[in-house]
């Protein structure tokens, strides 16, 4: 599902924040990315959704190669893959709904799939309730919970999350590790960067530790 051989990210100051990374994950698995802050984990986040490029190395997710990917088919890659990002990034004049509607317009779907699907995953999350509510009048777990709701609402066959659960409180971090769990004992693949070591070592799934942008 996801490979990574000899991977290489160096920036423009020749800043190296990938060294030879090379792991695999494999289809409906879940699994953590740990590590100390600026040891590379956001950065192998943006390699995968194709936010950036490798310098050196392969990256192949479900078969296709990235490096060789056209600008154009990337909007069309990005629809397989939902991110949930640790600061929401919601739109804050625009309803819980329409939040969650926005991958959903953005590839065309007629209104009433859009209705279905929106409140279906605002039910998957516990927010049903909330649907015409700002973001703004939620809670900082429940706004978590709306970002979330946004990135499955497409159905991705895989679940990014970059530091889901640095804001809240350890309870609200373990209700939305258990989400994620849900989505991947329905076959989505589930990549977590987290520093939440105590939480991620109650459960059940494998590391890939980064150390100065080497796999430790």
């Given at each position: 599902?996801?490979?990574?051989?000899?991977?290489?990210?160096?920036?423009?100051?020749?800043?190296?924040?990938?060294?030879?990374?090379?792991?695999?994950?494999?289809?409906?698995?879940?699994?953590?990315?740990?590590?100390?802050?600026?040891?590379?984990?956001?950065?192998l986040l943006k390699l995968?959704?194709?936010?950036?490029?490798?310098?050196?190395?392969?990256?192949?997710?479900?078969?296709?190669?990235?490096?060789?990917?056209?600008?154009?088919?990337?909007?069309?890659?990005?629809?397989?893959?939902?991110?949930?990002?640790?600061?929401?990034?919601?739109?804050?004049?625009?309803?819980?709904?329409?939040?969650?509607?926005?991958?959903?317009?953005?590839?065309?779907?007629?209104h009433r799939e859009i209705?279905?699907?929106?409140?279906?995953?605002?039910?998957?999350?516990?927010?049903?309730?909330?649907?015409?509510?700002?973001?703004?009048?939620?809670?900082?777990?429940?706004?978590?919970?709306?970002?979330?709701?946004?990135?499955?609402?497409?159905?991705?066959?895989?679940?990014?999350?970059?530091?889901?659960?640095?804001?809240?409180?350890?309870?609200?971090?373990?209700?939305?590790?258990?989400?994620?769990?849900q989505f991947n004992q329905?076959?989505?693949?589930?990549?977590?960067?987290?520093?939440?070591?105590?939480?991620?070592?109650?459960?059940?799934?494998?590391?890939?530790?980064?150390?100065?942008?080497?796999?430790?």
């Amino acid at each position: 599902m996801i490979n990574f051989t000899d991977v290489y990210k160096r920036y423009p100051n020749n800043y190296e924040a990938l060294s030879g990374l090379s792991f695999q994950l494999d289809e409906g698995e879940m699994a953590f990315l740990t590590g100390h802050s600026g040891a590379g984990k956001s950065t192998l986040l943006k390699l995968i959704a194709l936010i950036e490029r490798s310098s050196h190395g392969q990256v192949l997710v479900s078969n296709q190669n990235l490096s060789s990917l056209p600008k154009r088919k990337i909007p069309f890659y990005r629809r397989q893959i939902g991110i949930v990002f640790q600061d929401h990034n919601l739109l804050h004049d625009r309803t819980v709904f329409d939040n969650v509607a926005l991958p959903l317009v953005i590839a065309g779907e007629n209104h009433r799939e859009i209705g279905r699907r929106v409140r279906a995953a605002l039910d998957k999350v516990g927010l049903l309730s909330k649907e015409r509510s700002l973001p703004i009048a939620l809670s900082g777990g429940e706004q978590q919970r709306v970002g979330i709701a946004r990135a499955v609402v497409n159905r991705p066959p895989i679940l990014l999350a970059d530091e889901p659960t640095g804001n809240l409180d350890p309870d609200l971090s373990r209700e939305i590790m258990q989400l994620f769990e849900q989505f991947n004992q329905v076959g989505v693949t589930v990549f977590v960067a987290t520093h939440d070591i105590d939480l991620i070592q109650t459960m059940p799934y494998r590391q890939v530790i980064l150390k100065q942008g080497r796999l430790a």
